[in-house]
């Protein structure tokens, strides 16, 4: 699985770290998920066997931690790079809100095609292994050209609300989804196999890969102040 996900991150992204995995019961997953948000630690809300729910809930999770993370940021804050060759939040944001869209396209021509339920056992990755090999950050990848930013985000509220804009196609699409049918859309890569349910989800784990990233900036000795 981890060649399979080097393959999409070639296509759509940047960089990963490790995210500490919490398995949590449906009944309760909206009071961890806000106690999480609260205290910006990692989590995963995913039900052991994948649901709409539990998919919605980590798009929800992923926003507010990207949230939590840039608002009130300074422009001066934003536009910082950590050193050469290196992202600035802003850089961040861009890519993140460019892959959104992207990503979405790629599975959504992915689900379009004829389902194939009896191949579901070829898929040998859970919804877990691959969040926590989409957020290590150990493996590092070059974005590709459409896909590289330029740091046009000096406000920080725009930034979220193009962010908002682009993941709610997204957002909506799970809602009207059947479970089955995301579970019965079996895609093929050279690498490995996947099913439509993990191919909407790759979409918020590269989100939280990149807010580790943003994290990561914040961290810099030489972040600015207020």
Known sequence: MKTIIKVILTLSAGIILPFTALAVSDSNNTAILQTSIRKASPITIL???????????????????????????SEAQLQFS????????????????????????????????????????????????????????????????????????NNSSIAMSD???????VVQYIKRANLDDLR????????????????????????ARHIKQIEEVKKNPNFPKK
């Open 47 to 73: 039900n052991p066997h994948g649901n709409i729910d539990s998919l919605l809930q980590y798009f929800q999770y992923t926003t507010q931690l990207l949230q939590n993370n840039i608002s009130g940021l």
């Open 163 to 169: 962010f908002t804009a682009a993941r709610e196609p």
């Open 82 to 153: 950590p050193g050469e060759g290196k992202w600035s939040i802003s850089q961040c944001l861009e890519h993140i809100i460019r892959s959104e869209k992207m990503l979405f396209d790629m599975a959504q021509k992915e689900l379009a095609k004829t389902a194939q339920p009896q191949r579901k056992n070829e898929v040998k990755t859970t919804d877990q292994d691959l969040i926590t090999m989409m957020t290590d950050r150990s493996q590092k990848f070059q974005a590709p050209k459409e896909l590289q930013p330029t740091g046009k985000y």
């Open 184 to 207: 019965n859309h079996i895609s093929e890569y050279p690498t490995g196999i996947v099913d439509g349910y993990q191919n909407l989800l790759f979409i918020a784990a590269h989100c």
